[in-house]
């Protein structure tokens, strides 16, 4: 069973920047694409970017312009450069595949204080 895990997380003041990592334990097959979510406290996990097996990328609004995706494909690596935070980007992100996810990862803290 492939395991993601989202690392890079941290405590940062507005303004400030991170780059999130998702690591696979083994070859994904069979996606279409990867995408990042997030969790803030007491809400709903919600969708923020993806990046298709072609390199398309897609941001919800509340990212695009701040956020990067991208991905190392030898490495089975996907990152999430996070520019410009906010103080409503504080949520544990995660990461998993498009269409059909895989079981979640515990996923990765970011704080953001004024």
């Known amino acids: 069973q492939v395991q993601l895990v989202e690392s890079g997380g941290g405590l940062v003041q507005t303004g400030g920047s991170l780059r999130l990592s998702c690591a696979a334990s083994?070859?994904?097959?069979?996606?279409?694409?990867m995408g990042w979510y997030r969790q803030a406290p007491g809400k709903r996990r919600e969708f923020i970017a993806r990046?298709?097996?072609?390199?398309?990328?897609y941001y919800d609004s509340s990212v695009k312009g701040r956020f990067i995706i991208s991905r190392d494909s030898a490495k089975n690596t996907w990152y999430l450069q996070m520019n410009s935070l906010k103080l409503e980007d504080t949520a544990a992100y995660y990461c998993?595949?498009?269409?059909?996810?895989?079981?979640w990862g515990q996923g990765t803290q970011v704080t953001v204080s004024s």
């Open positions: 083994t070859d994904i097959t069979n996606i279409d694409a």
């Open positions: 998993n595949s498009l269409p059909s996810p895989l079981p």
């Open positions: 990046i298709t097996t072609g390199g398309f990328v």
